[in-house]
């Protein structure tokens, strides 16, 4: 498989190419609007023909580049129909996948986050989003997060994935680039080891983030695939 992993350095915004190394045939997740250019130049070297733009949620701290991208390459967009973004060409539910060329993403549902979050899998690798960071996970205090709801996403869909699994995140802000299930299952500090779901709720409901900065203009732009309303 071809796969590259990119960044958008303002809010440390993974961006995800995958393809099919005969027929060319690629998927893209998590692309940000500010690098549209750089992810689409890299295609084209690439001799990539987009099929998916994938979206693992409706972001808050950043606009996604997936309106753009379809208006520039006619491949479909794709989401959570539980994220309720109405311009999107596809609208995924559990166990929903989406084939380029030999390979399938495979969806699942892993609300927590958000409630229109999901994660994806494929050949040994699982796109988490924001629901499972590196050594972390996201936040549940906006978007109709739930503490509950994603301690059981996580436990019951991305823990229960073979040990060896990669897992690549929405963001990092500790300078990794990915993890594996039993890293995190040993090692992640919220929800690793032992840690119960009420000890787990009372670390997210004890965290005192700052509001994120670009959530009054990222979701609405969002709701609508990345285009800006007026």
Do not use: W
Not at 32 to 44: A, G, I, P, Q
Not at 158 to 180: N, Q, R, V, W
């Amino acid at each position: 498989m071809i796969f590259y992993q990119m960044i958008e350095s303002e809010t440390s915004t993974f961006t995800y190419i995958l393809g099919d190394e005969s027929t060319k045939e690629a998927i893209i997740i998590d692309s940000v609007l500010e690098t549209v250019e750089r992810d689409l130049k890299l295609l084209s070297e690439m001799g990539l023909t987009l099929k998916y733009i994938v979206d693992t949620h409706v972001h808050a701290d950043h606009i996604t580049g997936a309106g753009e991208i379809r208006k520039r390459t006619g491949a479909k967009t794709a989401i959570s129909a539980k994220a309720e973004v109405v311009c999107s060409d596809i609208i995924l539910n559990d166990g929903d996948e989406l084939k380029f060329g030999s390979y399938t993403l495979k969806a699942f549902e892993t609300p927590g986050h958000t409630n229109g979050c999901m994660s994806f899998y494929t050949e040994g690798m699982i796109f988490s989003g924001d629901v499972l960071l590196i050594r972390g996970t996201g936040r549940t205090d906006f978007q109709h997060g739930d503490p509950g709801q994603m301690y059981q996403s996580i436990k019951q869909k991305i823990f229960t994935l073979p040990l060896e699994t990669k897992i690549y995140p929405a963001h990092d802000y500790k300078g990794f680039t990915y993890s594996t299930v039993a890293l995190e299952k040993q090692f992640n500090p919220r929800i690793g080891g032992e840690r119960t779901v009420e000890q787990f709720i009372q670390i997210m409901n004890d965290l005192k983030l700052a509001y994120p900065k670009k959530i009054d203009i990222a979701v609405p732009a969002n709701k609508l695939c990345g285009i800006m309303p007026n």
